[in-house]
């Protein structure tokens, strides 16, 4: 694993996992920045809170899939849950 890793087939499935999580974490952090200006309902800013954590268990999950996470994650189920956020 380790010599895959250094000869770029890590670094080039590291790179895809990076964009998968991306959008989201762009979504997120804007979302973030907008609410600190405006200011937001206290529901709402712990959802976009608990996104936050949830991203980082979906950066876990891609990234040391080996340390497991608490709660299942992916791409698809943090995208549905921030297309209900944003409702």
Not at 24 to 29: D, I, T
Not at 32 to 51: D, P
Request: charged share 30%; proline share 3%.
């Amino acid at each position: 694993d380790k010599l895959r890793a250094a000869t770029g087939t890590g670094a080039s499935r590291d790179a895809q996992r990076a964009a998968e999580l991306a959008p989201l974490e762009q979504a997120w952090q804007r979302e973030k920045i907008s609410r600190a200006k405006l200011g937001g309902a206290a529901g709402t800013a712990a959802e976009i809170e608990q996104f936050g954590w949830l991203l980082e268990e979906l950066r876990v999950s891609l990234f040391a899939q080996e340390l497991k996470t608490p709660v299942p994650v992916s791409s698809k189920r943090l995208a549905k849950l921030w297309q209900s956020i944003r409702k």
